[in-house]
């Protein structure tokens, strides 16, 4: 399968209303993917700590591509991120077609030299909230019967 059928039946889908969910998307491949999804007719929740930059850059992509955008501040170092993320789109009625984990940071010295809560935080973005976002979104992917994660 070469790289632009596998794109293709990436960005396939049964729906008129599809909805991408991006974490880390007010900068960055986060900002990127978004754009991308856009362009191919996906409304957009965008994800990140930095709340105004996520809305300029919904702003943005709304005004060029004419999807629908959805901003959530939300920081996942915080334990709880992947639930409150997932019972924001269920309040706004926001069904998850394509969900991007793209959150992350690299650690500016090695692990034995940082704080726990440093290493604890990094922990937190980069694997818990990732799985338990798979794990919620999932679910409603099988439901019915079409969805993809990155």
């Not at 604890?120 to 993809?148: A, S, T, Y």
Request: net charge neutral; proline share 3%; hydrophobic share 45%.
């Amino acid at each position: 399968m070469n790289l632009s059928h596998l794109e293709q039946k990436l960005m396939q889908s049964p729906s008129q209303n599809k909805v991408a969910l991006v974490t880390g998307a007010a900068s960055g491949l986060g900002e990127q993917f978004s754009r991308c999804l856009a362009k191919e007719g996906y409304d957009i929740v965008l994800v990140d700590r930095q709340g105004d930059s996520a809305r300029a850059v919904a702003d943005a992509i709304a005004q060029l591509y004419g999807v629908r955008t959805h901003v959530i501040e939300q920081n996942l170092s915080d334990p709880t991120a992947a639930l409150r993320i997932f019972e924001a789109c269920q309040a706004a009625c926001l069904h998850i077609d394509f969900l991007v984990n793209n959150a992350g940071y690299v650690l500016d010295k090695a692990a034995h030299l940082l704080p726990w809560a440093a290493c604890r935080d990094h922990i937190q973005v980069l694997l818990k909230n990732p799985v338990e976002m798979c794990h919620r979104f999932v679910q409603p992917m099988i439901r019915k019967g079409w969805g993809r994660i990155i």
